[in-house]
């Protein structure tokens, strides 16, 4: 639209040709909003974008939003309020005052921006609305301008349901409750079918209520799925926060089926808003007939008279290497309920290369030791057969053995093991390659990096010298001769052989011997390019069959620097705000030809006397439209850390490397370097450090304060600052987070940013440490390792209590999560951590907490063997470094004399008849010491005597112990199994073990998750 000449005030000119129009017009200013919100780990997402968030994780977060004023019109104008208004909570409020009074007034492309600051929470289920609404007054016309614009967005909680299996067994005869997966395995003759309840817990654990919609069970087998949303009666299926509801049923499993059961559950619960949450669990576990043969391989070799496992044959140079004898032992035991026919024993091993397996049938061997035919028992030894394999240190090869056992029970069922063993030789040779490259500036500029190279103006950028050099190095034990050296760069992606810049006589490369071979080629630094160089190194090694190989790659790029703006036909306008015309006396024109209109909207003519019209309907010259603030600008920000030691060494912050032995107090002190790298100045306006806790004092601050200046020129050196030293404890693990945002304003009005993120994580390591100790389980105190001799007469099981303490020296706390315990007799690893620690927050452990737990074996005193025991402990702390303790603890059981000792001593004992049960003078009946103790005892020793109920005795009163006999009662001879458990808890074990008619066995309650006996106690009597 054209634009009428306004009204002149003061004194009247001449008339001006042309109709003269009412004071009206168009403008166009525009408003735009953006809206940020920052999560949890820094990042900022676009509010329509925000994630939803679960329980865990929703909350108050920070919102940004932001509001760019742009005159896109033709005359200036003079912005006269901003309003915004916000739902929730639906008010308006002005934001005038966020625009300094000098940048109010808007000439054509410039444009403001003001940000503030709110928060949402993403808890909440919401939408909010933000209005904004800008008026400006044009002056040449006295028009109003208007613009407003809109924003909108929504968030919506998580919801959160959650569904837990469970199932217990019931066992026979009494046998209490088990989880379903501990159902023991019963021998095949007497295996029994058990009860079992699933139970379903259905919690609401998000934040709104829900109506439970969906209740789905699938089990396989059968493989079908049953709707359960009729167990729960409909006025509860509503579910609110925080509440639960369990439901259950009843199954049963047959024991002499080898069988695994899944069971997945999957519940939907529909939120007042129709959203519909979905959860599901599983539970699996597997039943079968109680037999299981174990099979364990064993690999050693002889090297320089020493025993040595297979995986650990050292690498040898291949002048050294040969050929050797290594020994496979194959251990067969028996460690199930019931016995078993061997009927297959089967090794098969392969060498790679070639790959072939070779198999061999080991059950001759097997027979060499025990009866063909003849059933293998659990109470039979170990059997352990052996053969013996040539192979060549000098091949690079890997050697997988693996060996199938196969028992037939009575029964026609089939127990199988298997084991594997593995190990790799390979002579020692090793080659290695490093890439470097430079580049030459121009003027005798000297070298640099290639992924230093500048950044030149587009009429200035040269084509430059570059060079890659190689360095090969023999880092290995034996020499080799360099028979590949291939280079292939991109661009333009094409390989080439650099072999021939090595002489043959010196492509031989002996241990800690370097080759250097260098190439020239060009860069082009005028275009946007990225170069990538990669090298192999192949090396045929002296004596060995195989190629030793190396590779490394370089990567560089450049940039291409940003042209100037073009000039027009006429000097562009000075950035900013034109300034209104100087009152006066126009000059009359420049004598000449008149040039022609120019095209577009003619701006008011400049007040005061208007000069002799020009002849014709010539009008003055019209500058060009000044051009929109757009532009391009290369700002850098770079964060800098430097730690200062105890000792005063000064060091890169990510270069600290405490350890719990010199962690301390350290001083680290952030710097920052802000330079300027493109092609014009600009005006820093913002510069802000954000400090993420940990490890942030206080949180986020402006530094524009530091700055000895804020304009910053291509041409000026970098501007660094820094922030005064703070002290930190290098003995925490503790990580901090600092980010730097710096925003510069360049001619025009366009805004430049950058930021810079430093991250430095400090963990001074973690140690624990664990020890062995194991004594007698009668109390005495005995060390295992003064095990005491015993006569063939009285030899027999014996219990012993091994204990493990577990120590935490390190600084950092973490979690026990494995605590392996090998035992030798029988050659097995267990986890024991759920044993022995079954309550999960026992296992945390600070710097100086300790834990010990114990545990009862039971050694054979008729037989002189050694036992070995090797626990492991594993325990991950909170960066999630795993610190490990290795402890090992070997006894030895004396050979027991053939003969008794021929030296008799006969007691007699005899007692008051007022003191003994019967009346009777027999010290065997004395009536025990009606005391009781002050506290719970955590340890007590008794005698099994054996025999029915008739024989027990108790001081408690007789409805506080009951004894039920079955198949005539415990035996009054032999031996038995005892188990002893808590009433209220059957997990809770105190003794379980074999204990001979009239011999003392411990009961223990340490290892309980009480740490000491409860009231009541069921003692479990089994015998054959």
Request: proline letters at 12%; charged letters at 25%; a negative charge.
């Amino acid at each position: 639209p054209s634009i009428t000449e306004a009204p002149t005030p003061g004194p009247t000119p001449p008339p001006t040709p042309g109709p003269t129009a009412s004071p009206t017009g168009t403008c166009d200013v525009t408003v735009t909003t953006t809206c940020e919100i920052t999560m949890p780990d820094g990042s900022t997402v676009e509010c329509k974008d925000v994630p939803t968030e679960g329980p865990e994780d929703c909350g108050p977060k920070p919102v940004a939003y932001c509001y760019t004023i742009t005159n896109v019109g033709n005359e200036c104008g003079d912005i006269n309020s901003i309003d915004r208004t916000r739902s929730p909570p639906g008010t308006t409020e002005s934001l005038l005052g966020l625009v300094a009074a000098e940048d109010r007034n808007l000439c054509p492309g410039d444009e403001v921006v003001i940000c503030e600051a709110d928060t949402v929470d993403t808890c909440d289920k919401s939408c909010y609305e933000t209005t904004i609404e800008v008026n400006a007054d044009m002056p040449e016309t006295g028009f109003v301008c208007n613009a407003m614009d809109e924003y909108k967005f929504c968030v919506e909680p998580g919801c959160n349901v959650d569904v837990e299996t469970e199932c217990l067994a019931t066992l026979p005869d009494n046998g209490g409750q088990v989880p379903c997966t501990e159902i023991p395995s019963y021998p095949p003759d007497a295996c029994p079918t058990v009860e079992t309840e699933y139970c379903y817990t259905i919690s609401n654990i998000g934040q709104s209520c829900g109506d439970i919609t969906k209740f789905e069970r699938t089990r396989s087998p059968p493989g079908t799925t049953e709707d359960l949303i009729g167990s729960i009666p409909e006025a509860e299926r509503n579910l609110c926060p925080g509440e639960t509801i369990r439901v259950c049923e009843i199954d049963e499993v047959d024991t002499c089926v080898k069988q695994c059961y899944e069971t997945t559950v999957v519940v939907e619960a529909t939120m007042p808003d129709s959203f519909v949450c979905e959860a599901d669990d599983e539970y699996q576990f597997c039943t079968g007939p109680g037999c299981n043969v174990h099979v364990e391989t064993t690999c050693e070799t002889e090297i320089d008279g020493e025993k040595v496992l297979c995986t650990e044959i050292p690498t040898e140079s291949p002048e050294e290497c040969g050929p050797i004898d290594i020994e496979y032992c194959y251990t067969v035991d028996n460690i199930g309920s019931s016995c078993g026919v061997m009927t297959t024993f089967e090794r098969t091993w392969t060498a790679t290369p070639p790959g072939t397996p070779n198999t061999r049938d080991l059950l001759p061997l097997f027979y060499e030791q025990f009866p063909e035919g003849k059933e293998y028992c659990p109470e039979d030894p170990p059997i352990t057969v052996c053969e013996t394999v040539g192979i060549s240190t000098c091949d690079k090869v890997c050697y997988e053995t693996s060996v199938v056992v196969d028992a037939t029970m009575p029964d026609g069922f089939i127990c199988e093991a298997t084991g594997e063993y593995d190990f790799c030789v390979e002579p020692g040779c090793d080659v290695e390659v490093e890439t470097e490259c430079t580049i030459e500036l121009p003027n005798n500029g000297g070298s640099i990096a290639c992924t230093e190279i500048p950044v030149y103006k587009p009429d200035e950028c040269p084509e430059l010298p570059a060079t890659n050099c190689y360095t090969i190095s023999n880092v290995g034990v034996s020499c080799g001769v360099i028979s590949v050296l291939d280079r292939t760069r991109t661009p333009p992606g094409t390989t080439e052989s650099l072999l021939g810049l090595i002489p043959e006589e010196s492509r031989e490369l002996c241990p800690d011997e370097t080759l250097r071979v260098c190439e020239d080629f060009m860069v082009d630094t005028c275009i946007d390019e990225c170069y990538e160089t990669s090298v192999v190194v192949e090396a045929d090694m002296e004596g060995a069959t195989f190629t030793c190989a190396a590779d490394d790659k370089d990567t560089f790029c450049t940039q291409a620097g940003t042209a100037p703006p073009t000039p027009g036909p006429t000097p562009p306008p000075t950035p900013g705000p034109t300034p209104p015309p100087s009152p006066g006396p126009t000059p009359p024109p420049t004598p000449g030809p008149t040039p022609p209109p120019t095209p577009g909207p003619t701006p008011p003519p400049t007040p005061g006397p208007t000069p002799p019209p020009t002849p014709g309907p010539t009008l003055a010259p019209t500058p060009p439209p000044t051009p929109s603030p757009v532009g391009e600008c290369e700002l850098t920000a770079v964060v800098q850390c430097t730690a200062t030691l105890e000792n005063g060494t000064q060091v890169e912050c990510k270069e600290m490397k405490p350890t719990i032995d010199d962690c301390g107090t350290v001083s680290k002190e952030y710097c920052y370097v802000i330079d300027n790298i493109g092609n014009e100045c600009g005006d820093i306006t913002t510069f802000q450090r954000i400090r993420t806790p940990p490890g942030g004092e206080d949180g986020t601050q402006e530094l524009l304060s530091l700055l000895p200046t804020t304009t910053l020129c291509p041409d000026d050196p970098p501007i660094r600052v820094c922030e005064p030293a703070e002290t930190i404890d290098s003995c925490d693990d503790q990580c901090y987070l600092t980010e730097v945002m710096v925003e510069a304003t360049m001619p025009g009005g366009f805004v430049c940013k950058t930021d810079d993120l430093y991250d430095l994580c400090v963990n001074p390591g973690c140690r624990i440490e664990t020890d062995i100790s194991c004594t007698l389980a009668d109390g005495s105190g005995t060390a295992c390792t003064d095990f005491p001799g015993s006569t063939v007469d009285e030899c027999g099981p014996t219990p012993v209590q091994y204990c493990y303490k577990i120590d935490n020296v390190g600084p950092t706390c973490g979690t026990i999560n494995k605590i392996d315990r090998t035992r030798t007799p029988p050659g097995t690893t267990q986890d024991i951590l759920e044993v022995l620690i079954p309550n999960p927050e026992d296992r945390l452990l600070c710097g100086g907490e300790s834990i010990t737990v114990c545990e009862t074996a039971m050694v054979d005193s008729c037989i002189a063997q050694c036992y070995e025991t090797k626990i492991e402990v594993d325990a991950t702390m909170a960066d999630g470094i795993i610190c490990e303790a290795v402890d090992e603890y070997e006894f030895c059981v004396p050979e027991p004399p053939t003969e008794s000792c021929n030296v008799e001593v006969d007691l007699e004992c005899k007692m008051d008849p007022a003191q003994t049960i019967d009346g009777s003078t027999s010290c065997d009946v004395i009536i025990p010491i009606a005391t009781r103790c002050d506290k719970r005892a955590s340890v007590m020793t008794w005698r099994f005597n054996g025999g029915d109920c008739e024989q027990s005795f108790n001081i408690q009163e007789a409805d506080k112990f009951t004894c039920t006999d079955f198949s005539g009662g415990a035996p009054t001879e032999g031996s038995a199994w005892l188990t002893v458990t808590s009433v209220k808890d059957e997990s809770d074990v105190y003794f379980d073990g074999e204990v001979r008619v009239g011999d003392l066995f411990t009961m223990f309650a340490g290892n309980t998750n009480k740490g000491k006996f409860d009231a009541d106690s069921f003692f479990y009597v089994y015998s054959d």
